[in-house]
């Protein structure tokens, strides 16, 4: 059988009645299939927003560790005034004795 008789068979001027078509031409059907909506990747994970690193100068980084340790000192100060805490024993120094 040459590709010219197989093509001639399955033409459209073979088909002679409806009958033939529906089993001719099986799962073709006047219904429209849409496809199912789905989300794209970034959205199916919530996630947090990037935040890229800054880097601060050695003269920012000397102002942050000052003021951090003179936050804590104050908070440490506060708790020994309200009784949270036991004040610390008193440092001896060589000029003392």
Known sequence: MNSL???HLFS???ITHDAELTTTLTGITRLVEHPIQVKPPWKLVPSKPVLLP???????QRKLR???RA???KERQEKIR???IKAPEPKGQYLNF
């Open 5 to 7: 008789t197989h093509f």
């Open 12 to 14: 459209y001027s073979s």
């Open 54 to 60: 800054f880097y601060l100068t050695k003269r920012e």
């Open 66 to 68: 000052r003021q951090n």
């Open 71 to 73: 936050q804590v000192l």
């Open 82 to 84: 309200l009784g949270l």
